[in-house]
Structures are given as C-alpha cells and as structure tokens.
C-alpha cells in the first residue's frame, strides 16, 4: 500500500480542512443530554449536509459523495483533528442508513434516507433485551403477524439515544414456534407511536445516553419489514457488519489523546518512570493500531469482504481507550474528581466520566469476550467452546 495521499487525495483533504476551519463552531455544543444540545446538533448535521459531508461513503445516488474507505478515512481524520462536534445520528448514518441502502425498496429508501442524512430524523437500534444481548438470538419481543400489520408487544433495553430518537430499527419474534435465528423479522418501529413507551436509564454519571423502551400492541405496517418476514437476522447481520468500525476511532484520534494527557502531566511526575514507559507502551500501540487499520482500508479499498478484523479493531481501539483513560486517571490523581464537569486550564473537562463511557465500549457493538471467542474461532481455528484446564 502506497502511503502518500495521491493528489485527488489531498485536494479533498484540503476541501474538508478549509470547510472546517472556517464552520466548526468555536464553542463546544451544549450537552447532547438536552434538548437545546440536540437541536444544536441538528443544525450543525444539517449544515454538515448542505456542504455535502453528512455521509461521505454513502453512494452519490443516496445523497453521499460514493468515496471509497480511504477518503473516508480522510474526512474522519480531519473531523478529529478540528475537533468538530459530536455526530447526532450515529445510528441511522452509519447502521440504518446503509441497512435500507443495502437491502431496503426502492420506497423503503426514499422514505428513509434523505431524513437520515440531514437528521431530520434520528435513529435508535432495538436489538437489545434483558435476556438477548451476546445472545442476540435469545430475542423474545413478539411480532404477531395479521392482515392489517405486525403487532409487536416486548421490551427493549439499552437503547442508545432513544430519548430524541424518531425511529427504532429492531428485531422482532414473528413465529411463535420458532426458536434461535428462525422466525425473526427486522422492522422499522416509528417511536411517537403512543404504544411506545421509552424509561431513561439514569446513570452513575447522571446522563441517561440510553433506556428501557417498552413495546405494547404497536402496530407497524408490513411496508415497514426489511427484507422477509421471518427472514430478520440475515438483515440484522448485515446491520452489524457496519457495527464494529467506527470512523472516528482512528489512529489521529489516540495520538490526539495521547498528546493531550502529555500535557497534562505535573512537573513532578515528568521524571515518573512507570508513566514515561506507560506512554511509550501507549505510542507503540497506537501506531501498531493504525498499521492494522492501514491493512483493513487498503484490503477494503480492494473490495475484500470484511472479516474478522473487524473484531480485533475494536478489540484494539476499546482497550487502547480505556488504558489512555486510566493513565490520565493516574496522572490527574484527585484531580480527576474535582474537575469533572470544569475547565479551570488544569486537564481536559470531565476525564474521569470520559473514562466511564470509554469502559462501556468493552461491552457495547459486541463485547469484547464475544470479539475473543470470534477471533479464537475464526482466525486461530481455535475449537468452540474450548476450556483451559486449570
Ligand atoms: C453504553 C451501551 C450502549 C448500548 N446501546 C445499545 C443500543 O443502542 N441498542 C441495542 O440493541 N443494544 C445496546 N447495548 C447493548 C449491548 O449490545 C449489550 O450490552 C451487549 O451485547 C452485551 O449483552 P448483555 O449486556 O446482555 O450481556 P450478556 O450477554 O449477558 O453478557 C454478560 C457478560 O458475559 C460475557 N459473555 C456472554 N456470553 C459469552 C460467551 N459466549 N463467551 C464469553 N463471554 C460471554 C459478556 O462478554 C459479558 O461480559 C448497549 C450497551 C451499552 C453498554
């Protein structure tokens, strides 16, 4: 793989630099836990839109730009590095969006798409349920199948950003016989539905990032199926396949990180040993992180299928994160308490609630014993279910 950017390469990245620096607001965006901050939000998706940015990889037929993996890439890097504002609607521009562009109708498509790309309409993902989670299969939400639709009755868990959220894609049991993989079908749930019931889950730092959403007698039209009835988890794998890489967990970003806990560190603590060999570790590791990633746009680029390395990705950008977290933990001592939710010039805001989101991506797109079992199974020819004799 040719490491330089070829010219069309650069000049898109000089386009994107530019639009940036001239548009990304110089205030941080209220918090996404708000209202206020999801209107923000909103205007700032839509002007991201106007400019043509909202969905680089999209395909241009769909309102995208149809650019390949590695100025994909490119755009994510310079978002970074401008420090541009969280995205509002992750779930439906990088999982429904391509879903409908992968498998929905030509109707399906025009309903959805356009409303995804300005966040018009925002997007919730309805997989999760108290006794589905690793076990996806273990899906026990009904979908009774009648003339005039599906009438689905359940409960949802861990629904990120279902607060604002105008729509859920989910996973619905529509054969009562069936069990495991069989009898499911993917659907587009509208969430003003008044069976539509969503409990914020209040947590430990006093955001409510995700709920419980309780499902009774909805009624979602057949036009609103993806793919067969009863044919939902192939869809619902080809969701996921979009799940485990992130845009924004690039190699840029943790040197940004890192770069950022430098400077943070007290004088005193310059000549630390343990921290100078912990930053070395966390060097190393970030550039062997971008070579991989390297390795997976070039064979992207080709038009390879995506395999297993998408489980080691995220094994690596999760546990990287927390490891980065943890050091600036050390480094910041009881600092770390006191300036959470403050800027008094001493370490970036809120460290230490970064560092519990950044523990909850050991869990969420797959937790990362599941992403173990798939790279012992899948890319070491491990057995299943292999134990070690202790
Ligand atoms: C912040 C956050 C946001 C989320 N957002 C969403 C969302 O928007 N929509 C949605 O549908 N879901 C969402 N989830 C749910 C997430 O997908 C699940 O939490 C995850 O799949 C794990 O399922 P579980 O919580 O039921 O844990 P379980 O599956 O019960 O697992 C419990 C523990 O056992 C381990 N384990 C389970 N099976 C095995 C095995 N075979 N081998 C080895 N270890 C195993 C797991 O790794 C885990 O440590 C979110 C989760 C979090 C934390």
């Not at 941080?28 to 700032?44: F, K, N």
């Not at 009774?216 to 993806?226: E, G, H, Q, R, Y």
């Not at 094994?315 to 403050?342: I, M, N, T």
Request: charged share 25%; with cysteine; net charge negative.
């Amino acid at each position: 793989m040719d490491l330089r950017l070829n010219p069309t390469q650069q000049a898109f990245r000089d386009q994107v630099r530019g639009w940036l620096e001239e548009n990304v607001p110089r205030e941080p965006l209220p918090s996404l836990d708000t209202r206020e901050g999801v209107e923000a939000h909103r205007a700032w998706e839509r002007r991201l839109y106007d400019a043509g940015f909202a969905a680089v990889h999209w395909p241009a037929a769909h309102g995208g730009r149809g650019m390949d993996p590695l100025a994909t890439a490119i755009f994510y890097e310079e978002y970074l590095r401008a420090d541009g504002p969280a995205r509002l609607n992750r779930l439906g521009l990088g999982l429904a969006g391509p879903t409908l562009i992968d498998l929905g109708t030509p109707d399906q498509q025009d309903r959805w798409l356009s409303k995804i790309l300005t966040s018009e309409e925002i997007w919730c993902q309805g997989f999760s349920e108290p006794g589905a989670g690793s076990d996806l299969a273990g899906i026990r939400t009904r979908g009774e199948v009648r003339d005039d639709g599906i009438l689905v009755n359940g409960q949802k868990i861990w629904t990120s950003h279902s607060r604002w959220a105008d729509w859920m894609f989910a996973l619905v049991r529509t054969d009562p016989q069936s069990s495991r993989h069989a009898g499911l079908t993917f659907l587009m749930i509208e969430m003003a539905d008044p069976g539509v019931d969503v409990r914020p889950i209040r947590q430990l730092n006093d955001a409510r990032d995700f709920a419980e959403v309780f499902l009774t007698d909805v009624l979602v039209p057949k036009n609103n199926v993806i793919g067969e009835i009863g044919g939902g988890w192939s869809v619902a794998m080809a969701t996921l396949v979009h799940e485990r890489g992130s845009g924004l967990n690039t190699a840029a970003h943790f040197h940004k990180m890192l770069a950022e806990l430098v400077s943070m560190i007290p004088e005193e603590s310059r000549g630390d040993t343990r921290v100078q060999e912990e930053i070395g570790w966390l060097y190393e590791h970030i550039e062997a992180y971008r070579y991989m990633t390297l390795r997976t746009l070039s064979e992207l680029a080709q038009k390879k299928p995506p395999g297993p390395q998408g489980s080691m990705g995220k094994l690596w950008w999760s546990e990287l994160q927390v490891r980065l977290y943890e050091l600036g933990l050390q480094v910041l001592g009881s600092r770390a308490e006191l300036l959470d939710g403050h800027d008094d010039g001493a370490g970036p805001p809120a460290w230490r609630q970064r560092y519990w989101l950044a523990r909850a991506a050991l869990i969420y797109a797959g937790s990362n014993e599941i992403q173990r079992n798939i790279i012992a199974e899948r890319v070491l020819g491990l057995p299943k279910g292999s134990r070690r004799a202790v």
